[in-house]
């Protein structure tokens, strides 16, 4: 079945929202207590529906019903978190991989550095960064697992997702990514590494994009 992606709306993000169990969505938001979908819908509708200048919103559906979602904000220029929540039923079966292809290809992002925030022991969630070129950061919250990326041109990009999948190991895929961020000669790095990075906000969430208090 063909993966269709294409900008999030309300009524898309809220129907996967929906179709997340609350386990889902606890490993998702790192959330501690209940996670019922309708509150966690109100709770981040900013950041999952955040579009331009903000970030990007991708809704993925296959025969027309929402199954995948993928958030890139950005908090600062050249900075950004990424996230992505896919529906129960529709786990394991490429949706995340499809959604980060599609944002990778788009070629809009050389040399931006990219986070990500997943919940320790969530290998699906690990293997997929790795994947993507992702390398494990120092992770200052205890529970948790940082991943960062410094974007290669798309060329270089599609090298280092295929190095990556052709072996999954942590060590391997971090080689790849240290080698692409190599072949961008205005990459520095990750500047926050080795270093205390204090909590902004929720997990991969930027602050800007968390209800007001």
Known sequence: MTTVIEAADRAGVAALVAACSP???RRRFMMGGPARPADVF??????????????????AHRGGTPVGLLNFASPAPGEAEIGILVADAWQRQGIGSALSRWLWAS????????????????TGAEALLLRQGFRP????????????LVVPDWATMTDVMKEAADDEDAARADGAQRRAAGADPGCRGDRHAG???????????????????
């Open 42 to 59: 109100q709770r981040y509708q900013r950041f999952l529906l955040a579009g331009p200048p903000d970030g990007v919103a991708l809704l």
């Open 137 to 148: 950061v120092p992770s200052y919250e205890r529970g948790e697992r940082d991943f960062a």
């Open 107 to 122: 070629g809009r992002w050389p040399g931006w550095t990219v986070r990500a925030t997943v919940q320790a022991g969530n």
């Open 195 to 213: 270093r205390g990075r204090p909590r902004r906000s929720a997990p991969g969430i930027p602050a800007a994009l968390l209800p007001r208090r």
């Open 23 to 25: 386990d889902s969505l």
